[in-house]
């Protein structure tokens, strides 16, 4: 769904109360939620336009409704692109991007640090359909390069990454894709429109896991893609009304009302996350602290600018371990010593949650996948809520504190 005309010139704050479809003829002030698979047509006449394309109009759940519509245009608008369409979820998301962009005999370069699910998903899945796949590190710039092939379709790249935060140069990597006739597309779940617009420099598509930090309170699942309205409407549209692989209207509903204090989470979320990174570095039980906005962080440079000066609300770090079998042993203990804090695996609440991605969110992966991400068995994910920082860290210190 396009952005409304009426959202040009508005600041981000303004448009993630503001842009939505119009509302109906009982002038609600809050969004309404449209629950209903079918429309009534005016006539049989209209009815066949709508259906052919020809006339606007509301035809069946599967290929729009206002809800879903109100959270499109709010997306798009937030994330500076002409159009945006919802999904199911955000693995959803990537699956209709590569659904509409591959065939038997494209290639994809993807990071070999990204979400667990999404390397299965092009590495392994893709695969039996004749897509090929290259992973390469994230912040290599020339191993993006050099792994280009002629057939080479699309650049996909995350960042800051899962779990490790590792940030991408995404206007060099626009350049080399558009050198190369390719398309860049950004997961940009973590650092979300608030801090990052991909688009701004030079990715062709975003795409969102509306489960994080979209919604913000890990109530529903979506995901989304913005991109261009040709993108939407002529590569990703059709693909979607024919797989089904759509938002329902409630969960469009609870992402909507949450893009509207996104600006404040992340931004509090985002310094709570600084506080607590600073705090781990002096732990003696901690090796080694992942986040952007450190000083120490590789990319960190490079994070500010991309960033809007702020690293975001999810860190990692390594436990002091001397080898896997007592990482792995200590970082249990960590986790199963948490009184206040939640062991989950999602991310994006108003609630902090701890993982450990090496048994979780990349658990599928083979020993030299996780390796080569740089994902060990002392690495916990902290994704850090709005509880008060001191009781993030007495939490944390029942751990820390003392081994078993």
């Excluded at 893709?126 to 050099?146: I, M, N, Y």
């Excluded at 779990?163 to 997961?187: F, N, R, W």
């Excluded at 781990?280 to 960190?300: E, N, S, T």
């Excluded at 600018?305 to 436990?319: C, I, P, W």
Aim: contains cysteine.
């Amino acid at each position: 769904m396009a952005v409304p005309p009426n959202s040009k010139g508005l600041r981000p704050q303004t448009l993630a109360v503001r842009a939505a479809v119009e509302p109906s003829q009982y002038g609600e002030n809050s969004e309404a939620l449209y629950l209903t698979s079918g429309y009534v047509q005016p006539s049989a006449e209209a009815s066949a336009r709508r259906f052919a394309g020809q006339d606007a109009g509301y035809t069946y759940g599967r290929s729009g409704n206002p809800t879903v519509a109100s959270f499109e245009q709010r997306l798009a608008a937030l994330e500076g692109t002409e159009a945006a369409l919802a999904t199911a979820s955000g693995m959803a998301a990537i699956m209709l991007m590569c659904f509409s962009l591959l065939k038997a005999g494209d290639h994809v370069l993807y990071s070999q640090s990204m979400f667990g699910s999404t390397i299965k998903l092009i590495g392994t899945e893709f695969a039996r359909f004749g897509v090929e796949s290259t992973c390469v590190p994230q912040t290599d710039l020339p191993a993006w390069k050099a792994a280009i092939r002629p057939n080479t379709r699309l650049l996909f790249a995350e960042t800051p990454t899962n779990p490790l935060t590792e940030v991408c140069d995404i206007a060099a990597l626009a350049d080399l894709a558009h050198e190369a006739g390719a398309l860049l597309a950004v997961d940009n779940c973590f650092a979300t429109p608030s801090l990052q617009r991909p688009t701004e420099l030079g990715a062709d598509i975003v795409m969102h896991s509306g489960t994080k930090y979209l919604d913000g309170q890990g109530r529903v699942m979506a995901g989304a893609l913005c991109a261009s309205e040709q993108l939407v409407n002529e590569k990703f549209l059709p693909v979607q009304k024919n797989s089904g692989m759509v938002l329902s209207p409630f969960n469009a509903w609870v992402v909507l009302k949450g893009l509207e204090t996104l600006d404040l989470r992340m931004r509090a979320q985002s310094a709570q996350a600084l506080e607590l990174a600073q705090w781990l570095q002096q732990q003696p039980a901690v090796a080694r602290v992942y986040y952007p906005a450190l000083a120490d962080h590789p990319q960190h440079e490079l994070a500010m600018r991309q960033m809007g000066g702020m690293g975001g609300a999810v860190l990692s770090f390594d436990v002091q371990a001397s080898g896997p079998e007592q990482a792995r042993e200590r970082a249990f203990h960590v986790l199963d010593s948490l009184q206040t804090l939640s062991r989950c695996t999602n991310l994006g609440d108003t609630k902090t949650l701890l993982a450990h991605p090496a048994s979780t969110s990349h658990g599928k992966l083979s020993e030299a996948q996780r390796q080569a991400a740089g994902i060990g068995q002392g690495l916990i994910r902290v994704a850090v809520g709005l509880e008060h920082p001191l009781d993030i860290q007495d939490d944390l210190l029942r751990g820390l504190g003392t081994w078993a």
